[in-house]
């Protein structure tokens, strides 16, 4: 099933990277905030393929035009005030880089969040 074709009748809210460029990160975050806020557990899966290939070449479906690197970091770093319980990264294809840089891309995501999430356990604890 083609994707168009599968959102067309959903209340998805999208943000193509064409928007995404256009209002900020900061707009992102903002547009993300509100409309999640009715939310009390959210799982976040980043898909590594939201990265330029540039920065992580290694996946199945590379998006050239994709979110640089501090994109995202800025990104993640925004969406963990919400009431973030888990999350992953997905679709990281190491044979189809020799480079790795997806790997080390990967692995940043993944620590980046475990940070994000004990700041957000150990102030709220406080």
Same mark, same amino acid.
């Given at each position: 099933?083609?994707? #168009? +074709? *599968?959102?067309?009748?959903?209340?998805?809210?999208?943000?193509?990277? @064409?928007?995404?460029? =256009?209002?900020?990160?900061?707009?992102? !975050?903002?547009?993300?905030?509100? /409309?999640?806020?009715?939310?009390?557990?959210?799982?976040?899966?980043?898909?590594?393929?939201? %990265?330029?290939?540039?920065?992580?070449? $290694?996946?199945?479906?590379?998006?050239?035009?994709?979110?640089?690197? =501090?994109?995202?970091?800025? #990104? #993640?770093?925004? %969406? *963990?005030? %919400?009431?973030?319980? $888990?999350?992953? !990264?997905? +679709?990281?294809?190491?044979? %189809?880089?020799?480079?790795?840089?997806? !790997?080390?891309?990967? =692995?940043?995501?993944?620590? +980046?969040?475990?940070? @994000?999430?004990? /700041?957000?356990?150990? #102030?709220?604890?406080?």
């Amino acid at each position: 099933m083609d994707e #168009l +074709e *599968f959102i067309k009748d959903k209340d998805f809210s999208i943000i193509n990277a @064409h928007d995404f460029n =256009r209002i900020g990160v900061s707009s992102v !975050v903002d547009k993300v905030k509100k /409309r999640m806020q009715s939310f009390n557990k959210i799982y976040l899966t980043v898909d590594i393929d939201c %990265l330029d290939p540039a920065y992580a070449a $290694g996946t199945g479906t590379p998006q050239f035009g994709g979110m640089n690197s =501090r994109q995202l970091l800025n #990104l #993640l770093k925004g %969406l *963990f005030d %919400l009431p973030i319980i $888990g999350f992953d !990264v997905v +679709e990281v294809a190491p044979s %189809l880089d020799p480079s790795l840089t997806s !790997v080390f891309a990967a =692995r940043k995501i993944v620590t +980046e969040c475990w940070g @994000h999430q004990w /700041r957000k356990n150990k #102030l709220g604890a406080l």
